[in-house]
Every structure is written in C-alpha cells, then in structure tokens.
C-alpha cells in the first residue's frame, strides 16, 4: 500500500462548479500537508500549506486537514477553465527541512467552458 | 527573482548515449531533489542533496548519477544502464524553515 494514495481522474466538471480533490495517508506522522498545481508540461507550483488538522482558505482555494481520519481535501469554488491542471498533494513529518515530502501520484482536473 | 532553472527543456538521446540535465538555483536553499515523473506514477525520488559534496540514492537512482559541488547547482546524469529514461524530469529544492518545495519548469527526455 502507498503512504499517499490519490485518485488519478480524470475528472472534468463545468465552469462555475465547486471541485473537491482528495487524498488519503498511512503514515500518522505527517504533520505538513500540500497541494500542488501542474500545468501540462510544467513543474509543480505550492498551491496551498497547512500545518496538522484544521482549514485554510486563500482566495477560491480552501485546504482542509482531517487528522484523525488521514484525510486531506482541496476545494476549489468557482472553477474556471484555468483551474485546469493536474493537483498533486504532498505531506511531511514535523522536522520538515530534513525529511522528504511524500506526493500522490496527482489528480488531473479538467473545467469545461 | 529567485527560482530554479533546468536546462534544456528539450532532450533527445540515442541509445547507448550518457546525458546530463542541467539544475541551477539562485534561492540559496540548502536541498536539492531529482524527481522523475511518468503518467500515471506521480513523482518519483531519484537522488537528492541536502548539503553541498552529499547526496543520497532515492527510490530509483539505478541508472542515474549527480553530483553537488556547489550549492546552487545539481546535476543529473542518465546512463546508458538506465533501460528506460523517457520521461519529465523535475528539479526541486527546499530550505530549512521553510515549507514546500521549488520546482523548475522541467526536462522532457526523449530517447530515440
């Protein structure tokens, strides 16, 4: 069994909708918890961090954390076409700096004009 | 600004031929990382650095050799021994204290 499992997609929804992508995780010492975006032929870029359980929102993003569930969600509201992209989530131990994240293998996300 | 650059964006190798992808940055983080990333298989740790003159073996450094002279810059080799070098290869580093990684932009690897 993976550390990090992701559901690969793809998954297409229309403009305007509210996208929910997900991750589920094994190993209880994570504690840092990602969300990447990647456009086709791109590198990834940090889309949204958070530290243990709880929310963060930024703009139409918001991440949430359920620790006692190993589960992890990305919200998008009001997608628009250049959400389009593939969505990666990454986490890591406490003593982030010398451990290595650890990423799903990503969720490729397609909003449909 | 401050990033990551690889270089080139476009490789093609024949076989049998050893290349060398190109990772510079100038953010003065302390890691660096090579991912190789295929369809379908997400991300996967090739070798990495956390300071300068050491580096350690990910989980599919096989085929694969870097080195790390100097902070800003890790090279990454594919040998003729790597069976199946087509893909995207992303470079990336971190700093201490800080979350996240930075990626560059990536090097598709063809061989033909």
């Known amino acids: 069994q993976k550390e990090v499992e992701q559901d690969p997609g793809p998954l297409s929804v229309p403009e305007g909708a509210i996208v929910s992508l997900n991750c589920t995780y094994s190993?209880?010492?994570?504690?840092?918890f990602m969300w990447y975006r990647q456009y086709s032929r791109k590198g990834p870029e940090l889309l949204m961090y958070?530290?243990?359980?709880g929310n963060k929102e930024d703009g139409r993003f918001t991440a949430q954390v359920d620790k006692s569930s190993k589960y992890i969600s990305l919200f998008i509201r009001d997608s628009q076409p250049s959400d389009s992209a593939t969505y990666l989530c990454?986490?890591?131990?406490?003593?982030?700096?010398?451990?290595?994240?650890?990423f799903g293998t990503g969720t490729r996300l397609t909003i449909i004009p | 600004d401050g990033g990551i650059t690889q270089s080139p964006k476009y490789l093609f190798r024949k076989e049998g031929q050893n290349v060398t992808l190109s990772c510079e940055q100038n953010?003065?983080?302390?890691?660096m990382y090579w991912y190789r990333q295929d369809p379908g298989q997400g991300l996967r740790l090739i070798y990495y650095?956390?300071?300068?003159?050491?580096?350690q073996k990910g989980d599919i450094a096989e085929g694969y050799s870097v080195s790390r002279e100097k902070k800003e810059s890790f090279p990454l080799t594919v040998t003729s021994a790597q069976k199946n070098p087509t893909a995207f290869y992303l470079c990336?580093?971190?700093?201490?204290?800080?979350?996240?990684?930075?990626f560059g932009s990536g090097t598709r690897l063809t061989v033909v």
């Open positions: 990336a580093s971190s700093t201490t204290g800080k979350n996240g990684y930075t």
């Open positions: 190993n209880s010492a994570f504690q840092y």
């Open positions: 958070t530290y243990s359980s």
């Open positions: 990454a986490m890591s131990p406490p003593n982030f700096g010398n451990e290595k994240l650890t």
């Open positions: 953010l003065n983080h302390d890691a």
């Open positions: 650095s956390q300071i300068v003159n050491d580096f």
